[in-house]
């Protein structure tokens, strides 16, 4: 990824309107909890602690990947790390390519100088560089440089489509990503970038040797948008605009890969905006929820905004938890979710 390229994503999302027109793209707006007035258990007694893969957790919530790989990627990077390190959650790095021809570019990812107790750091690259000169030695380069827990290969086949510069060879992606995953030190997630994973997709996943997935599902960031605000080309601009409600919700993408893929890792994430949403992903069987841009916007303000931003959607998470007479994470990944009727039209 050129350095151009991740500072007009950055200033575009900081800038522009880059998310879903509001509605309920997510899925989450459509479904409730059966609310409790009679919880039997006291609201200080709630625990949103976890674990995630391998790591302890206060909530089961990270940032969102983003970035890396210029000054002011590093800068936002280190704020977003000493914000998840004080929370004691956990934090993705953005694309970590640039390390790997740019030596100085380490600098911008290695958050843990600044911030050495963060408790799950999340290393990325995309699937389709695989191939492209990324095999099992570079991935291994770019865990250990920084000290990465797991590592995170985004499968981002529309925003590729999108972009000028698009890198769309994704054939024969399947046979290199079964060859590479075993040779990673760390625990594997697959990540979406905003289209979600489908059950096409989770069924394919199944048979690969990966920990789990992220869904980044449709409902929040839009790089079909993100795209089609940065291209020049007529064509390409309209696209990106068709494009941007393409592909799985995140509500049913969660619900799709806890199916598919018992007992691996799911992390949901795409338009996660608050403490209600986290709790909805979790009773659909996620393990845990990461946001991404409100971080980012944060982050642009200073590390305590963004500290603040989470510690918010912990206090949203443990109130959901309360009102659904949940002590544990592991008990609200039991309570059922309703989907909002229209009662009238039944009588
Ligand atoms: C500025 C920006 C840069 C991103 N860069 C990456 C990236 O390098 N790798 C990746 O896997 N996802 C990347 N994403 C996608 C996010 O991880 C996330 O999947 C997506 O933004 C949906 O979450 P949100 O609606 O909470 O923003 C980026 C998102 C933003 C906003």
Not at 63 to 68: H, K, L, P, R
């Amino acid at each position: 990824m050129s350095a151009d390229r991740k500072d007009s994503h950055l200033a575009l999302c900081l800038e522009e309107d880059v998310e879903l027109p509001s509605g309920d793209a997510t899925g989450f707006a459509g479904l409730r909890f059966d609310h409790d007035a009679l919880p039997e258990v006291d609201r200080a007694a709630v625990s949103t602690g976890v674990e995630l893969l391998g790591r302890r957790l206060a909530a089961p919530i990270l940032v969102g990947a983003m970035t890396g790989g210029t000054e002011r990627a590093g800068e936002l990077n280190r704020r977003l790390a000493l914000a998840a390190a004080r929370c004691r959650v956990g934090f993705s790095l953005g694309s970590q390519r640039r390390m790997l021809r740019d030596p100085a570019a380490r600098a911008t990812f290695a958050v843990r100088d600044a911030a050495p107790d963060l408790p799950l750091l999340v290393g990325n690259v995309g699937a389709v560089q695989l191939g492209d000169g990324v095999g099992a030695r570079e991935v291994i380069r770019l865990v250990q440089e920084v000290g990465c827990d797991a590592f995170a290969f985004h499968l981002n086949p529309l925003q590729e489509a999108i972009q000028p510069e698009g890198e769309t060879r994704f054939a024969g992606l399947m046979a290199r990503l079964r060859a590479v995953v075993p040779e990673v030190p760390v625990p594997v997630l697959l990540k979406e970038v905003g289209a979600g994973i489908s059950e096409t997709t989770a069924l394919k996943i199944r048979e690969l040797p990966v920990a789990g997935v992220e869904t980044a599902g449709v409902g929040g960031t839009s790089f079909a948008l993100v795209e089609s605000l940065r291209t020049e080309d007529p064509v390409q601009r309209a696209a990106g605009r068709l494009f941007a409600r393409w592909g799985i919700p995140t509500a049913e993408s969660v619900a799709i890969c806890r199916r598919v893929l018992p007992g691996r890792v799911v992390v949901a994430s795409g338009g996660i905006r608050n403490g209600i949403e986290v709790a909805k992903a979790l009773a659909l069987g996620a393990d845990a929820a990461a946001l991404a841009l409100p971080l980012l916007r944060a982050a642009e303000r200073s590390a305590e905004a963004a500290a603040e931003l989470i510690a918010r959607t912990v206090e949203e998470l443990r109130t959901a938890m309360f009102l659904t007479g949940c002590r544990t994470v592991a008990d609200l990944r039991q309570r059922r979710l309703s989907r909002v009727r229209d009662l009238t039209a039944e009588a």
